[in-house]
């Protein structure tokens, strides 16, 4: 029986139950949860889970992480298949072949279209579970009502949304700039009826004053407690959890011939996804390095070449690029894989207990000069390291729409695929990588169905070049085009007192008129 328990990266001796790593998100002192030790597989696991469905061998995977003092086995078997219900192909993330020894893991079959759905109908469904446990603890007039609060630019706030709605106890605000999210993101978030679901629509603002205001809420203490304020973002440890599970179904999906040397290859943002794929790894998953995949926002890239993290040189700022679900400055879930690297460079002695704060006081003083000086140098020990385990590319935005384009032209046995700008940016990089390792098995994770990044799409098919294609005909699924015809409900609000207000409205039990 699993006895995992959690801890902040950035130190304390405390350690906190899944429950509370959970419902808590971020740690107090600013670090991430992570498990303090990495289960052990069954030894006959090969064998044994060879044959089981994807919520079945989700079952097997989460069952070494998650007590069953937290979630009991039937009601954790419940919830998982709840989760995977919702998605439309019955393998929930399928494999296809796109070349002799390249296959496409496709995550994107959920209610939104897009890979966060793989972690998010869990999460959504695990938070309605827990509080509901702790409600049932709780006398009547102290119940607790969770008020998850975030901001999008696009993907996070749908998949969000359907994670969420409808569950009892839990109110969800997300905010956007109005007016500037694709109508087929805003369709997406605006549709769902659930009376619990709240797109508010933030007038004459961009994406970063929306998150700051995400921010300055959280930040109010008051306001925080009185509301219960939750989130949902990437660093929540059930979202890596949930992930870890497609690596596995991946590798059982390939032929028994094709398993023996396989590598993965992940476009990555803030390094949530392919940090599942490393813990898939630890827990003995056999596989070799791990391909990050970036765009021209390249820290990431950058960390695996020199060793040192640091913001780009210029403006600072995050550059736009035609795969925006992957445009950071900083990867959140980065320093849950440099606590690992601190801990596995650390001289060899001293109690378990020991080593795991001096790696914890390691990576505070990384993030300490990170935040004064934008930069910090881990050493040679440290990116060799990591070098054994990643290698990373990066992928221009021309180079993202010229592969979107062979993709489509391919006419080889394993026929044309229209590819996300996403997807197009790991098999860019897988195609590099493959010249160094030519006897792999690839896999690159497909992260969002092209529909979902038209732009991208039709300006790397333009119509004068490509008369036969048509993105509504060949590209758009009708659950999508049909949302356009659908009531939207979006509120409209001014700056952050609006938002306040309108979260205050709906607190005191007043229904707010939709715009
Ligand atoms: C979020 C997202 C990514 C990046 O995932 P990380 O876990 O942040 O690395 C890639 N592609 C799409 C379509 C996404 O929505």
């Known amino acids: 029986m699993s006895q995992t328990r959690y801890f902040s990266t950035r130190g304390g001796a405390e350690t906190l139950s899944f429950d509370e790593a959970v419902l808590t998100g971020l740690a107090p002192n600013g670090g991430l949860y992570i498990p ?37 086995s039937a009601d954790l078997k419940d919830i998982i298949d709840r989760s995977y219900a919702t998605f439309r192909d019955p393998k929930v993330t399928p494999l296809r ?5 390249e296959y496409v893991l496709e995550l994107w079959h959920g209610p939104t279209w897009a890979f966060k759905d793989v972690a998010l109908q869990f999460v959504g469904n695990v938070f309605a579970y827990l509080l509901e446990k702790r409600n049932a603890e709780l006398g009547e007039g102290e119940k607790e009502q969770l008020t998850v609060l975030g901001a999008t630019s696009g993907d996070t706030g749908s998949a969000a949304i359907y994670g969420l709605r409808s569950k009892p106890s839990i109110t969800i605000f997300i905010l956007y700039p ?4 694709s109508p087929i993101q805003e369709a997406q978030m605006a549709t769902v009826p659930d009376a619990n679901v709240y797109c508010v629509a933030v007038e004459d603002s961009d994406f970063d004053t929306c998150q700051s205001i995400v921010k300055s809420c959280f930040g109010d203490a008051e306001f925080n407690k009185t509301h219960r304020l939750g989130a949902v973002n990437s660093i929540n440890w059930a979202r890596i959890l949930a992930q870890i599970v497609y690596y596995f179904q991946a590798y059982f999906l390939l032929p028994e011939e094709k398993r023996k040397d396989v590598q993965f290859v992940v476009p ?3 390094f949530g996804d392919i940090l599942a794929g490393w813990y898939a790894k630890r827990l003995g998953l056999p596989c070799k390095e791990l391909v990050v995949a970036t765009n021209e926002n390249d820290i990431l890239q950058r960390f695996f070449s020199t060793g040192r993290y640091e913001k780009p040189a210029g403006s600072g700022e995050v550059k736009p690029t035609y795969s925006p679900a992957m445009d950071i400055l900083l990867s959140s879930n980065f320093e849950r894989l440099l606590w690992y690297l601190a801990y596995d460079t650390l001289p060899a002695e001293g109690s378990q207990e020991e080593r795991r704060a001096a790696a914890q006081a390691k990576l505070n003083s990384w993030m300490d000069e990170l935040r004064q000086t934008g930069r910090v140098d881990m050493g040679q020990a440290v990116k060799e390291l990591a070098g054994k385990e990643f290698w990373a590319e ?3 935005d021309e180079e993202t729409l010229a592969e979107i384009k062979k993709y489509y032209n391919k ?8 590819v996300d700008p996403h997807t197009a940016v790991g098999l860019a990089s897988q195609e590099r990588a493959a010249k160094k390792a030519p006897t792999s098995t690839w896999v690159t994770l497909s992260t969002a169905h092209p529909a979902k990044f038209s732009e991208a799409v039709e300006l790397a098919l333009p119509a004068k070049e490509h008369a036969q294609f048509n993105f509504k005909r060949d590209v758009l699924p009708s659950q999508l085009s049909e949302l356009e015809a659908l009531k939207k409900r979006v509120f409209k609000v001014k700056g952050e007192d609006g938002v306040r207000a309108l979260i205050e409205a709906v607190k005191r039990g007043e229904q707010p008129v939709a715009a």
């Open 411 to 418: 006419n080889d046995k394993y026929g044309s695929y229209v």
């Open 97 to 101: 072949q796109t070349g002799d020894n």
């Open 394 to 396: 990066r992928v221009s």
């Open 268 to 270: 990555t943002g803030n």
């Open 178 to 181: 109005d007016g500037r999210v």
């Open 36 to 72: 303090t030790e990495i289960p052990k597989l069954p030894e006959d696991w090969e064998t044994k889970w060879v044959k089981l469905s994807f919520p079945e061998l989700s079952y097997e995977i989460l069952s070494l992480f998650i007590p069953t003092d937290s979630i009991p």
